[in-house]
């Protein structure tokens, strides 16, 4: 049986629910992967717990962190130089102007060679190539599956299964909040200030829901898909955004006249992310809090993924596959 | 209509007979066939026939091309001809009063504007207007630059098609 050894940095929403997959599933991994996952520091903002012998997750996830025994002072940074642990898991939120703190994190990880999974979009939509040339020379491995589409798995889909294809262009919609305005917008005839009041009642929005209505959240996805898809090299500011915010419902009653409804697109091989009309038949034609992405590939042709874009327990599906893919890679 | 048609075919029995069928059957009365065999495997073929419509010259490209025959070049009357292809946007603000009638002008000299569509809640509220662009093949994407362009001017939103 492989142990392998994790930290956790970061333990909100998604966080919590790969710590319930964790415990969920431990059973599943040792018996069809002989992988034995086991957590030895969580680290949250004003502290940590950390114990070398193993977290008891079960535990911790229905207690207050500090009320641990083995909760302490110690910041994330101290923890990542001192733990010993084969992979970090970052979940903290990203502010997209630094990629701190999980940027730092994830640096720190890699110098000292330990393998990174994250779903944190803004150290890679900054980055993508520093972290990747870091991860190279550490002789650590990135993965990131989660940090686009939540639960479809889209990068590692292209970088196991269409080997054999260029990849020419990959679109679609990659943000479940905005879907879920468009939809409820074009099924009820509703103005956006309503379905996003909606939103939040129902917790699919935030309460500052700029960050995904000014497509600043599908940019940060729009950059990562640029540079591991179609292997330019650019970062978040190279991408041109446009957000859904000043559709009127008059505009998608005008689509649906003509056959179309408006969706909110990142089309990555043109670095853009804007509100398009698609054919109303079109495959990418959703609704909810779905996403949509069409790979465009020169052997295969069209390939459409459709699954949940977010959501901690679906997004929880992606982390621990990256965790077990990067489990069985370790010499 | 008179067409002139370009179309590079293997050089195997029957391929001309598989090129030529679905000229006819849309319609194309073939006035002439000249063909020459080089030293390729493909020959180019340049066929004269006369056509009712560009409707039908479209179909038998389109039919030619689903044969995955090559139509190198075709000539309509003399002239270099391109497939239509529509355009189709919506354009969010204060679109008639920011003189519709230029911004049409301005597509104009590039497509044709074929189908308008105005939205209006309110004459002080922000307009959705929806536009249709007939267009030569090859000016698609000029259309497109100018909509952008007249979009930053005028403020407008522009909601474009994908594909």
Redesign the interface.
Known sequence: MKVIKLVMVGFGAIGRAVARTLVEKSGSFKREHGVELKVVAICEAEGSVINEEGIELEKILNEDLKKDKHWCQKKSIEVLKSVNADIMLEFTPGSIKTGEPGLKHIEVALERGMNVVTSNKAPLALKFHELMELAKKNNAQLRYEATVGGAIPLINLVEKTLQANKIEAV?GILNGTCNFILSKMAEEGIELQVALKEAQELKIAEPDPSYDLKGIDTAAKVAILANSMLGKKVTFSDISI?GIE???V??I???K??G?V??L?G?VSKLRV?????DID?P?NVSGTLNAIRIKSDVAKDIILIGHGAGPRETSSSVISDVLTTAKDMV | MKVYMVLELEDVPGSLIRALEPISSHGGNIMSVFHSRGKKEEVDVQITFSVADESSLDLMKKSLEKRRIRVKRIELEGKRYYSKKTVAFILVGHVIDKNIQDTIDRINEIGLVSDVDVMMPDPSEKSSVWIKVDVDENKRDRVVSEVEKICKQKDFLFISSLG
């Open positions: 679109e446009e000043k559709i009127t008059e505009a009653e005008l689509a006249k003509h179309r408006i969706k697109i089309d804007s509100p398009r009309l698609i079109d990418l």
